[in-house]
């Protein structure tokens, strides 16, 4: 990998406000992460010590928007791009494993950094201090490692969807995921069924698209039938056919790698073959036949788009 740390003239711009404004402020989270993969992020996010109204007005020449005060985040138009700005903040209570009971402002940036859900999400970079890394996400980025900042089943209770973000990262970054955090993944999986379908058919989208999708899908096949019931006789299903060497899921799997990066064409492999385990005949000659599969195929997986909230 090789680092390119330049930040665009319109976040450096905001950051150097702030800190004309007396605040500590940083680029933070996926952008930092992909600047270190020498790639150029989609958006910046922006963290600070500055409160919402503080924020706000050290920009009175900008348009300002309220995009979630409660949560301290305010959106700054800056030479007409959005760059989303948060308070440094603590967390604590999910009831709901989604939403925080109680959100704390802090002037700790390493507070906010230990609240986040990977280590390669959890650091920081301004053009002031540099590389702020207080998790080891760095190295992780070196060692291709997916991770949760601090206890893995603290970080998936707090939000519920992480389990699935872990996988989808794996699968997009062509990452492993780390011995402690895999096995929270697996204990926690069912957690998943409290998580809205729209939630995770966009986890779903960005995993099928990953270079490593097949190898998630053998490795955490269990995962995957929580939300897709219908994978789970797929698991380990001999096809019993000279004209199939894998099993059922790990064909699957194949097919889907096979695919070119066409997100509806990825999908449609996932569920091509779903109808097979429910219309399995065994001929004369010992041989398995799966008459009318492609059309019980095609049920399941309408079944599923509608359950998952697909338009």
Same mark, same amino acid.
Do not use: W
């Given at each position: 990998?090789?680092?390119?740390?330049?930040?665009?003239?319109?976040?450096?711009?905001?950051?150097?406000?702030?800190?004309?404004?007396? =605040?500590?402020?940083?680029?933070?989270?996926?952008?930092?992460?992909?600047?270190?993969?020498?790639?150029?992020?989609?958006?910046?996010?922006?963290?600070?010590?500055?409160?919402?109204?503080? !924020? /706000?007005?050290?920009?009175?020449?900008? *348009?300002?928007?309220?995009?979630?005060?409660?949560?301290? #985040?305010?959106?700054?138009?800056?030479?007409?791009?959005?760059?989303?700005? #948060?308070?440094?903040? #603590?967390?604590?209570?999910?009831?709901?494993?989604?939403?925080?009971?109680?959100? $704390?402002? !802090?002037?700790?940036?390493?507070?906010?950094? $230990?609240?986040?859900?990977?280590?390669?999400?959890?650091?920081?970079?301004?053009?002031? !201090?540099?590389?702020?890394?207080?998790?080891?996400?760095?190295?992780?980025?070196?060692?291709?490692?997916?991770?949760?900042?601090?206890?893995?089943?603290?970080?998936?209770?707090?939000?519920?969807?992480?389990?699935?973000?872990?996988?989808?990262?794996?699968?997009?970054?062509?990452?492993?995921?780390?011995?402690?955090?895999?096995?929270?993944?697996?204990?926690?999986?069912?957690?998943?069924?409290?998580? $809205?379908?729209?939630? *995770?058919?966009?986890?779903?989208?960005?995993?099928?698209?990953?270079?490593?999708?097949? /190898?998630?899908?053998?490795?955490?096949?269990?995962?995957?039938?929580?939300?897709?019931?219908?994978?789970?006789?797929?698991?380990?299903?001999?096809?019993?056919?000279?004209? =199939? *060497?894998?099993?059922?899921?790990?064909?699957?799997?194949?097919?889907?790698?096979?695919?070119?990066?066409?997100?509806?064409?990825?999908?449609?492999?996932?569920?091509?073959?779903?109808?097979?385990? $429910?219309?399995?005949?065994?001929?004369?000659?010992?041989?398995?036949?799966?008459?009318?599969?492609?059309?019980?195929?095609?049920?399941?997986?309408?079944?599923?788009?509608?359950?998952?909230?697909?338009?």
């Amino acid at each position: 990998m090789k680092a390119d740390m330049t930040l665009p003239g319109y976040v450096a711009g905001v950051i150097r406000r702030l800190e004309e404004n007396g =605040h500590s402020a940083y680029a933070v989270g996926g952008c930092v992460r992909d600047m270190l993969m020498g790639r150029v992020p989609h958006d910046y996010d922006v963290c600070t010590d500055a409160l919402p109204e503080q !924020t /706000k007005n050290a920009f009175p020449d900008r *348009i300002t928007i309220d995009t979630g005060i409660k949560h301290g #985040t305010v959106t700054v138009m800056s030479d007409g791009h959005p760059v989303e700005i #948060t308070t440094f903040r #603590t967390e604590s209570g999910y009831s709901d494993g989604r939403h925080p009971d109680t959100v $704390s402002f !802090t002037a700790s940036l390493e507070g906010d950094l $230990s609240r986040r859900d990977f280590t390669v999400n959890a650091m920081a970079y301004s053009g002031k !201090t540099g590389l702020i890394d207080i998790s080891g996400g760095r190295d992780d980025l070196e060692n291709r490692i997916i991770r949760c900042v601090g206890d893995p089943e603290k970080r998936f209770s707090e939000d519920h969807l992480r389990i699935l973000r872990a996988i989808r990262f794996s699968a997009v970054l062509g990452y492993n995921i780390e011995e402690r955090t895999s096995a929270a993944v697996i204990k926690l999986k069912d957690s998943l069924v409290t998580v $809205s379908p729209e939630r *995770i058919a966009a986890e779903l989208d960005k995993a099928v698209m990953g270079i490593n999708f097949g /190898k998630v899908l053998t490795e955490y096949p269990e995962v995957f039938a929580v939300f897709i019931p219908e994978l789970a006789p797929c698991i380990g299903y001999d096809q019993n056919n000279p004209h =199939h *060497i894998h099993d059922l899921l790990t064909h699957t799997a194949k097919a889907v790698d096979a695919c070119p990066d066409d997100r509806i064409v990825r999908l449609a492999a996932l569920f091509h073959d779903l109808g097979k385990p $429910s219309t399995v005949t065994v001929g004369s000659d010992g041989v398995s036949h799966y008459i009318g599969h492609a059309r019980v195929s095609t049920e399941m997986a309408d079944a599923i788009m509608h359950r998952l909230r697909y338009g």
